[in-house]
């Protein structure tokens, strides 16, 4: 069956391209404006993109009524946001902060949420998240009349106690157990994991020549 995005409406689109691109992990964004109010809302629309430069991307859509979204107007209007990653341990208060609260109301404590000061940024990470990362905004490119992509260069990562080694730097995926985003109100654990080991093409000649 083909589906021609030409064809399709907007919300179709987002309908079926968000049902197929799954898991997602989901950047749980804070940000302060110009009164001081910290909001704190989740996207999925979001990954990371480079190293080197550390970057990030996030999707940021307007709301139903055509207006942006405190998170982008946050961020255009001072540049710093922190993404706090979401874990089980926060999911549900994640959801909470996806309530559309008006913007001089934060949704830190009706989700029962603490803030910490960040290092480099004005806005503070959420003191439960697993891991923030401190970022600055690179780029915000327009791609349509109600979707902006908010390229975000990474200048600090905080993460908790126990979940990356200090001396290399692995992470401790028991410890971290991370949160993915499906599709509708849908959301999954990851939990059940296994392993494939990338070859070098010498390696996969070697055992192809084997059998």
């Known amino acids: 069956m083909q589906h021609l995005m030409s064809e399709l409406s907007g919300p179709l689109r987002y309908k079926l391209l968000s049902a197929l691109v799954v898991p997602r992990p989901i950047s749980f964004v804070t940000t302060v404006n110009e009164k001081g109010v910290v909001n704190a809302a989740p996207y999925s629309f979001f990954n990371v993109f480079s190293e080197d430069p550390p970057l990030v991307v996030i999707g940021i859509g307007r709301r139903s009524d055509g207006t942006l979204k405190d998170t982008a107007l946050n961020i255009e209007a001072n540049g710093d946001f922190v993404v706090n990653l979401v874990d089980e341990a926060i999911a549900t208060a994640m959801n909470v902060a996806a309530t559309d609260f008006p913007p001089d109301q934060s949704e830190i404590d009706p989700a029962g949420l603490d803030l910490v000061a960040s290092s480099l940024v004005a806005p503070p990470r959420i003191a439960q998240a697993p891991a923030a990362l401190e970022c600055r905004n690179h ?12 390229v975000g260069e990474v200048l600090a990562v905080h993460t908790r106690e126990g979940l990356v080694d200090p001396g290399n730097l692995r992470l401790n995926l028991d410890a971290y157990r991370p949160v993915g985003r499906l599709f509708a109100n ?16 010498a390696d996969w000649l070697k055992q192809n020549k084997e059998r």
């Open 186 to 201: 849908l959301y999954c654990r990851t939990k059940d994991t296994f392993e494939l080991v990338r070859m070098s093409y």
């Open 139 to 150: 780029t915000t490119l327009l791609v349509a009349t109600d979707r902006r992509l908010v």
